[in-house]
Protein backbone atom coordinates (compact mmCIF):
# COMPACT_ATOMS: atom_id res chain seq x y z
CA UNK A 1 0.00 0.00 0.00
CA UNK A 2 2.29 2.73 0.64
CA UNK A 3 4.27 1.81 -2.25
CA UNK A 4 1.53 2.18 -3.97
CA UNK A 5 0.81 5.24 -2.62
CA UNK A 6 4.64 6.58 -3.74
CA UNK A 7 4.22 5.71 -6.92
CA UNK A 8 1.49 8.48 -7.21
CA UNK A 9 4.15 10.69 -6.76
CA UNK A 10 5.35 9.89 -10.37
CA UNK A 11 2.27 11.74 -11.97
CA UNK A 12 2.38 15.00 -13.42
CA UNK A 13 0.78 18.37 -11.62
CA UNK A 14 0.08 20.36 -14.57
CA UNK A 15 -1.30 23.64 -12.70
CA UNK A 16 0.92 26.19 -11.44
CA UNK A 17 -0.32 27.89 -8.10
CA UNK A 18 0.46 30.80 -5.30
CA UNK A 19 -1.41 30.40 -2.21
CA UNK A 20 -1.29 30.94 1.54
CA UNK A 21 -1.44 28.19 3.50
CA UNK A 22 -4.49 27.53 5.36
CA UNK A 23 -4.78 26.93 9.15
CA UNK A 24 -6.64 23.87 8.74
CA UNK A 25 -3.64 21.86 6.11
CA UNK A 26 -1.30 22.20 9.00
CA UNK A 27 -1.18 19.66 11.86
CA UNK A 28 0.99 21.33 15.14
CA UNK A 29 2.50 24.81 14.47
CA UNK A 30 4.71 26.56 12.38
CA UNK A 31 7.00 28.20 14.65
CA UNK A 32 6.42 31.81 14.71
CA UNK A 33 10.08 32.73 14.42
CA UNK A 34 10.58 30.68 11.47
CA UNK A 35 11.72 32.86 8.73
CA UNK A 36 12.71 32.05 5.37
CA UNK A 37 12.17 29.83 2.68
CA UNK A 38 12.56 26.21 1.27
CA UNK A 39 13.43 26.12 -2.33
CA UNK A 40 12.51 22.23 -4.26
CA UNK A 41 13.39 21.10 -7.18
CA UNK A 42 11.75 17.94 -9.49
CA UNK A 43 10.55 16.08 -12.17
CA UNK A 44 7.12 18.00 -12.34
CA UNK A 45 5.69 16.93 -16.00
CA UNK A 46 5.98 12.91 -16.92
CA UNK A 47 5.33 11.54 -20.24
CA UNK A 48 3.38 8.20 -19.44
CA UNK A 49 1.96 8.04 -23.29
CA UNK A 50 2.44 4.28 -23.58
CA UNK A 51 3.97 5.29 -26.90
CA UNK A 52 6.59 6.85 -25.37
CA UNK A 53 6.52 6.81 -21.60
CA UNK A 54 9.72 8.02 -19.58
CA UNK A 55 11.77 7.71 -16.66
CA UNK A 56 10.63 10.01 -14.14
CA UNK A 57 14.88 11.61 -14.35
CA UNK A 58 13.73 12.83 -17.86
CA UNK A 59 10.72 14.84 -16.87
CA UNK A 60 10.61 18.90 -16.85
CA UNK A 61 12.13 20.48 -14.09
CA UNK A 62 9.08 22.12 -11.34
CA UNK A 63 10.15 24.75 -9.02
CA UNK A 64 8.21 24.76 -5.68
CA UNK A 65 8.95 27.60 -2.93
CA UNK A 66 7.55 27.21 0.28
CA UNK A 67 8.16 30.46 2.63
CA UNK A 68 7.75 31.45 6.26
CA UNK A 69 7.19 34.36 8.48
CA UNK A 70 5.37 34.94 11.71
CA UNK A 71 3.80 31.21 11.77
CA UNK A 72 2.32 31.75 8.10
CA UNK A 73 3.37 29.55 5.03
CA UNK A 74 3.04 30.88 1.58
CA UNK A 75 3.09 27.92 -1.57
CA UNK A 76 4.45 28.76 -4.94
CA UNK A 77 5.27 26.40 -7.84
CA UNK A 78 6.11 27.30 -11.42
CA UNK A 79 7.63 24.76 -13.99
CA UNK A 80 11.44 25.95 -14.88
CA UNK A 81 10.71 27.18 -18.49
CA UNK A 82 13.84 25.92 -20.52
CA UNK A 83 14.04 25.62 -24.21
CA UNK A 84 13.32 22.34 -24.52
CA UNK A 85 10.13 23.06 -22.43
CA UNK A 86 8.72 25.86 -24.19
CA UNK A 87 9.27 24.46 -27.76
CA UNK A 88 7.52 20.76 -26.43
CA UNK A 89 4.56 22.84 -25.01
CA UNK A 90 4.17 24.94 -28.53
CA UNK A 91 4.18 21.57 -29.87
CA UNK A 92 2.09 19.08 -27.85
CA UNK A 93 4.51 16.92 -28.14
CA UNK A 94 7.56 15.13 -26.98
CA UNK A 95 10.95 16.55 -29.37
CA UNK A 96 13.77 15.47 -27.66
CA UNK A 97 15.22 12.91 -26.34
CA UNK A 98 16.84 12.33 -23.05
CA UNK A 99 19.73 10.28 -21.27
CA UNK A 100 16.84 7.39 -20.52
CA UNK A 101 14.78 7.77 -23.42
CA UNK A 102 14.62 4.56 -25.54
CA UNK A 103 14.16 4.87 -29.07
CA UNK A 104 13.27 8.19 -31.05
CA UNK A 105 11.58 10.87 -29.06
CA UNK A 106 8.51 10.04 -30.66
CA UNK A 107 8.29 6.69 -29.55
CA UNK A 108 9.41 5.22 -33.14
CA UNK A 109 12.36 2.64 -32.90
CA UNK A 110 14.29 4.57 -35.64
CA UNK A 111 16.45 7.13 -34.38
CA UNK A 112 19.88 8.42 -34.75
CA UNK A 113 21.65 6.55 -31.25
CA UNK A 114 25.11 8.28 -31.91
CA UNK A 115 23.10 12.09 -31.64
CA UNK A 116 23.43 12.31 -27.64
CA UNK A 117 22.39 15.74 -27.60
CA UNK A 118 19.79 15.89 -25.03
CA UNK A 119 17.06 18.22 -23.43
CA UNK A 120 18.22 20.51 -20.37
CA UNK A 121 15.44 19.12 -17.97
CA UNK A 122 16.92 21.57 -15.01
CA UNK A 123 15.09 19.26 -13.33
CA UNK A 124 17.20 17.92 -10.00
CA UNK A 125 18.92 21.02 -7.82
CA UNK A 126 18.27 24.18 -6.69
CA UNK A 127 19.85 26.86 -4.86
CA UNK A 128 19.35 30.49 -4.09
CA UNK A 129 22.52 32.24 -4.35
CA UNK A 130 23.53 36.40 -4.66
CA UNK A 131 19.78 37.37 -5.38
CA UNK A 132 19.28 34.41 -8.04
CA UNK A 133 17.46 31.21 -8.03
CA UNK A 134 19.28 28.47 -9.76
CA UNK A 135 17.55 24.95 -11.44
CA UNK A 136 20.01 22.54 -12.21
CA UNK A 137 20.73 19.23 -14.14
CA UNK A 138 23.97 17.69 -14.26
CA UNK A 139 23.48 17.58 -18.33
CA UNK A 140 23.75 20.72 -19.06
CA UNK A 141 24.06 24.53 -18.01
CA UNK A 142 21.71 25.94 -14.67
CA UNK A 143 18.69 28.15 -15.40
CA UNK A 144 18.13 31.34 -13.63
CA UNK A 145 15.20 32.45 -11.94
CA UNK A 146 13.74 34.67 -10.32
CA UNK A 147 13.44 33.75 -6.47
CA UNK A 148 10.42 35.66 -5.69
CA UNK A 149 8.17 35.09 -8.70
CA UNK A 150 10.00 31.52 -9.70
CA UNK A 151 9.77 33.21 -13.56
CA UNK A 152 12.74 31.29 -15.65
CA UNK A 153 14.72 34.31 -16.84
CA UNK A 154 17.18 32.02 -18.64
CA UNK A 155 20.15 29.25 -19.32
CA UNK A 156 23.38 30.79 -16.98
CA UNK A 157 27.11 30.30 -17.67
CA UNK A 158 27.21 31.94 -14.25
CA UNK A 159 28.63 34.75 -15.27
CA UNK A 160 30.50 34.03 -17.94
CA UNK A 161 32.84 31.23 -15.53
CA UNK A 162 30.99 28.29 -17.20
CA UNK A 163 31.82 27.53 -21.02
CA UNK A 164 28.80 27.80 -23.70
CA UNK A 165 27.62 23.48 -24.68
CA UNK A 166 29.41 22.83 -21.05
CA UNK A 167 27.94 21.00 -17.62
CA UNK A 168 27.75 22.14 -14.05
CA UNK A 169 26.82 19.57 -11.72
CA UNK A 170 23.04 19.39 -9.84
CA UNK A 171 25.00 18.36 -6.31
CA UNK A 172 26.89 21.13 -4.55
CA UNK A 173 28.25 21.88 -0.99
CA UNK A 174 27.70 25.51 0.62
CA UNK A 175 30.70 25.96 3.03
CA UNK A 176 31.96 28.11 5.34
CA UNK A 177 35.10 30.24 4.09
CA UNK A 178 37.62 30.15 7.00
CA UNK A 179 39.26 33.42 5.63
CA UNK A 180 36.57 35.57 5.62
CA UNK A 181 33.87 33.88 7.62
CA UNK A 182 31.41 34.18 4.50
CA UNK A 183 29.50 31.15 2.84
CA UNK A 184 30.97 29.33 -0.94
CA UNK A 185 29.16 27.68 -3.15
CA UNK A 186 30.98 24.80 -4.53
CA UNK A 187 30.28 22.55 -7.40
CA UNK A 188 31.65 20.55 -9.87
CA UNK A 189 31.49 19.39 -14.19
CA UNK A 190 32.64 16.32 -15.49
CA UNK A 191 34.32 15.69 -18.66
CA UNK A 192 34.87 12.38 -20.87
CA UNK A 193 36.76 12.63 -24.23
CA UNK A 194 39.87 10.71 -26.18
CA UNK A 195 42.38 12.56 -23.45
CA UNK A 196 41.07 10.65 -20.86
CA UNK A 197 38.33 11.66 -17.92
CA UNK A 198 38.61 14.85 -15.82
CA UNK A 199 36.73 17.06 -12.94
CA UNK A 200 36.63 20.77 -12.73
CA UNK A 201 35.57 22.51 -9.26
CA UNK A 202 34.00 26.00 -8.60
CA UNK A 203 34.13 28.19 -6.01
CA UNK A 204 32.12 31.33 -5.97
CA UNK A 205 31.91 33.40 -3.20
CA UNK A 206 28.19 35.28 -1.97
CA UNK A 207 28.30 37.86 -4.43
CA UNK A 208 28.31 35.49 -7.13
CA UNK A 209 32.15 35.77 -8.48
CA UNK A 210 34.03 32.93 -9.48
CA UNK A 211 36.74 32.94 -6.51
CA UNK A 212 38.52 29.21 -7.97
CA UNK A 213 38.43 26.79 -11.21
CA UNK A 214 40.65 23.47 -10.44
CA UNK A 215 40.81 21.03 -12.95
CA UNK A 216 41.80 17.65 -12.04
CA UNK A 217 42.89 14.83 -14.01
CA UNK A 218 41.41 11.22 -13.40
CA UNK A 219 44.22 8.78 -14.12
CA UNK A 220 43.45 5.60 -15.57
CA UNK A 221 39.72 6.73 -15.94
CA UNK A 222 38.14 6.39 -19.56
CA UNK A 223 34.61 7.59 -18.55
CA UNK A 224 33.33 9.08 -15.17
CA UNK A 225 30.00 9.19 -13.49
CA UNK A 226 29.78 11.41 -10.65
CA UNK A 227 26.71 12.56 -8.99
CA UNK A 228 27.64 14.51 -6.00
CA UNK A 229 30.65 15.52 -4.18
CA UNK A 230 32.14 16.75 -0.77
CA UNK A 231 33.90 19.16 0.39
CA UNK A 232 36.65 19.44 3.65
CA UNK A 233 38.73 22.37 4.36
CA UNK A 234 42.07 21.17 2.20
CA UNK A 235 40.20 18.87 -0.46
CA UNK A 236 37.53 18.91 -2.80
CA UNK A 237 36.24 14.48 -2.36
CA UNK A 238 34.76 12.81 -5.00
CA UNK A 239 33.80 8.86 -4.64
CA UNK A 240 34.33 7.04 -8.41
CA UNK A 241 32.29 3.80 -8.55
CA UNK A 242 33.37 1.20 -10.37
CA UNK A 243 31.15 2.46 -13.52
CA UNK A 244 32.17 1.53 -16.91
CA UNK A 245 30.91 1.97 -20.51
CA UNK A 246 29.39 -1.36 -21.94
CA UNK A 247 29.96 -1.25 -25.99
CA UNK A 248 27.74 -4.89 -26.06
CA UNK A 249 25.14 -3.44 -24.54
CA UNK A 250 25.14 -0.06 -26.76
CA UNK A 251 25.74 -1.91 -29.29
CA UNK A 252 22.69 -5.01 -29.38
CA UNK A 253 20.34 -3.10 -27.21
CA UNK A 254 20.41 0.78 -27.65
CA UNK A 255 20.69 0.69 -31.27
CA UNK A 256 17.33 -1.39 -31.64
CA UNK A 257 15.78 1.05 -29.21
CA UNK A 258 15.77 -1.65 -26.47
CA UNK A 259 17.68 0.72 -23.28
CA UNK A 260 18.61 3.83 -23.12
CA UNK A 261 21.98 5.35 -23.09
CA UNK A 262 22.13 5.48 -19.43
CA UNK A 263 21.26 1.70 -19.03
CA UNK A 264 24.35 1.56 -21.18
CA UNK A 265 26.54 2.10 -17.87
CA UNK A 266 26.86 -0.78 -15.78
CA UNK A 267 28.15 -1.49 -12.21
CA UNK A 268 31.41 -3.88 -11.98
CA UNK A 269 31.22 -5.39 -8.59
CA UNK A 270 34.82 -6.65 -9.24
CA UNK A 271 36.68 -3.31 -9.95
CA UNK A 272 37.38 -1.24 -6.75
CA UNK A 273 35.82 1.99 -6.10
CA UNK A 274 38.23 4.84 -5.23
CA UNK A 275 38.28 7.99 -3.10
CA UNK A 276 39.27 10.36 -4.83
CA UNK A 277 41.05 14.05 -2.96
CA UNK A 278 41.76 17.06 -5.02
CA UNK A 279 43.82 19.56 -3.03
CA UNK A 280 41.46 22.79 -2.79
CA UNK A 281 43.53 26.05 -3.35
CA UNK A 282 43.85 29.31 -1.56
CA UNK A 283 43.80 27.45 2.01
CA UNK A 284 44.55 29.35 4.96
CA UNK A 285 46.74 27.12 6.25
CA UNK A 286 49.22 27.45 3.78
CA UNK A 287 49.70 23.73 3.44
CA UNK A 288 50.50 22.38 -0.03
CA UNK A 289 49.14 19.07 -0.46
CA UNK A 290 49.28 16.45 -3.32
CA UNK A 291 46.48 14.80 -4.81
CA UNK A 292 45.36 11.20 -3.77
CA UNK A 293 43.64 8.61 -5.11
CA UNK A 294 42.36 5.84 -2.86
CA UNK A 295 41.48 2.26 -3.86
CA UNK A 296 38.41 1.15 -1.30
CA UNK A 297 35.68 -1.62 -1.63
CA UNK A 298 33.66 -1.63 -4.76
CA UNK A 299 30.52 0.36 -3.88
CA UNK A 300 28.69 3.37 -5.25
CA UNK A 301 27.35 6.52 -3.80
CA UNK A 302 24.62 8.90 -5.73
CA UNK A 303 24.48 10.97 -2.74
CA UNK A 304 26.83 11.74 0.47
CA UNK A 305 26.47 13.51 3.82
CA UNK A 306 29.55 14.73 4.90
CA UNK A 307 33.31 14.90 5.37
CA UNK A 308 35.69 16.51 7.65
CA UNK A 309 39.62 16.48 8.61
CA UNK A 310 41.21 15.28 12.04
CA UNK A 311 44.73 16.26 12.10
CA UNK A 312 47.47 13.76 12.96
CA UNK A 313 50.21 14.33 14.73
CA UNK A 314 53.66 14.03 13.66
CA UNK A 315 51.69 13.69 9.99
CA UNK A 316 51.51 16.69 7.14
CA UNK A 317 47.99 15.08 5.59
CA UNK A 318 45.45 14.87 7.51
CA UNK A 319 42.76 12.22 8.04
CA UNK A 320 39.79 12.57 6.03
CA UNK A 321 36.37 11.07 7.37
CA UNK A 322 33.61 10.83 4.72
CA UNK A 323 30.46 10.21 5.80
CA UNK A 324 28.00 8.71 2.56
CA UNK A 325 25.07 6.41 1.54
CA UNK A 326 27.36 3.47 -0.24
CA UNK A 327 25.39 1.42 -2.55
CA UNK A 328 26.48 -2.35 -2.79
CA UNK A 329 25.36 -2.48 -6.56
CA UNK A 330 23.13 -0.23 -8.81
CA UNK A 331 21.47 -0.50 -12.12
CA UNK A 332 20.07 2.21 -14.12
CA UNK A 333 17.52 0.07 -15.66
CA UNK A 334 15.27 0.30 -12.33
CA UNK A 335 12.54 2.96 -12.72
CA UNK A 336 8.98 3.43 -11.45
CA UNK A 337 7.59 1.27 -13.74
CA UNK A 338 9.89 -1.48 -12.49
CA UNK A 339 10.34 -1.72 -9.04
CA UNK A 340 8.90 -3.35 -5.90
CA UNK A 341 9.43 -4.14 -2.15
CA UNK A 342 12.45 -6.06 -2.65
CA UNK A 343 14.66 -2.76 -4.23
CA UNK A 344 14.26 -1.57 -0.69
CA UNK A 345 15.79 -4.43 0.70
CA UNK A 346 18.94 -4.24 3.06
CA UNK A 347 18.23 -0.06 3.76
CA UNK A 348 18.98 0.84 7.46
CA UNK A 349 16.42 2.78 9.43
CA UNK A 350 15.23 6.25 9.35
CA UNK A 351 15.80 8.11 12.47
CA UNK A 352 13.61 11.58 12.98
CA UNK A 353 13.06 13.73 16.52
CA UNK A 354 9.66 14.21 15.09
CA UNK A 355 8.37 17.25 13.31
CA UNK A 356 7.03 20.40 14.86
CA UNK A 357 4.21 20.42 12.17
CA UNK A 358 3.30 18.97 9.54
CA UNK A 359 1.76 20.49 6.31
CA UNK A 360 -0.57 18.80 3.74
CA UNK A 361 -0.73 20.52 0.57
CA UNK A 362 -4.17 20.14 -1.31
CA UNK A 363 -2.93 18.83 -4.40
CA UNK A 364 -0.40 15.83 -4.76
CA UNK A 365 3.13 16.98 -5.31
CA UNK A 366 5.48 15.56 -7.71
CA UNK A 367 8.48 13.24 -6.75
CA UNK A 368 10.96 16.28 -5.60
CA UNK A 369 14.27 15.60 -6.01
CA UNK A 370 16.77 17.90 -3.93
CA UNK A 371 15.78 21.35 -1.90
CA UNK A 372 17.26 24.00 -0.34
CA UNK A 373 16.78 26.86 2.64
CA UNK A 374 17.02 30.50 2.08
CA UNK A 375 17.21 31.52 5.85
CA UNK A 376 15.81 34.62 7.10
CA UNK A 377 14.26 35.89 3.60
CA UNK A 378 10.57 35.68 3.45
CA UNK A 379 9.95 35.33 -0.58
CA UNK A 380 5.92 35.73 -0.21
CA UNK A 381 3.53 38.73 -0.42
CA UNK A 382 3.71 41.32 2.41
CA UNK A 383 0.40 40.53 4.65
CA UNK A 384 -2.31 38.29 3.59
CA UNK A 385 -4.49 40.96 2.06
CA UNK A 386 -2.12 42.25 -0.56
CA UNK A 387 -2.70 39.23 -3.31
CA UNK A 388 -5.93 36.78 -3.11
CA UNK A 389 -5.41 34.02 -1.22
CA UNK A 390 -5.15 31.61 -3.74
CA UNK A 391 -4.15 31.95 -7.43
CA UNK A 392 -3.58 29.73 -10.47
CA UNK A 393 -0.78 31.16 -12.46
CA UNK A 394 -1.02 28.85 -15.45
CA UNK A 395 -1.82 25.07 -16.78
CA UNK A 396 0.62 23.15 -18.82
CA UNK A 397 -0.27 21.05 -21.87
CA UNK A 398 0.50 17.17 -20.96
CA UNK A 399 2.47 15.19 -23.22
Same mark, same amino acid.
Given at each position: ?123 ? @? ?13 ? $? ?17 ? $? ?21 ? @???? *? ?5 ? $? ?43 ? *? ?75 ? *? ?59 ? $? ?5 ? @? ?16
Amino acid at each position: EQLRDHNTLFSSLLHEYAYWVEDAWVEGTIPPELCGTYFRNGPGLQIDNPRYRRHTFDGDGMILSLSFKDGQAYFRNRFVRTEGFVKEQEAGRPLYRNSFTRGAADGSPWFNPFDLSFKNVANT @GVLCWAGQLYAMWEG $GLPYRMDPLTLATVGESSM $GGALKEGGTFAAHYRVVSSEADG @GRRW *VSFSSST $GFGGAALTFYEFGEDGRKLHETTHALENTSMVFVHDMLVSEHYYI *VLLGPIDFDPKKFATQYVLSKCSIAECLVYDRNKPARVVLAPRPGRPSGKVLAPRSLPTDPCFAFHHVNAFEVEREG *VAEPLVVVDTVAWEDVSFSVNQYTYGPEYYEGLGRKLSAGPLATIRLPHRLPAGLHGSWDD $GVFRGPE @GEGAVPRWRELGTIRAL
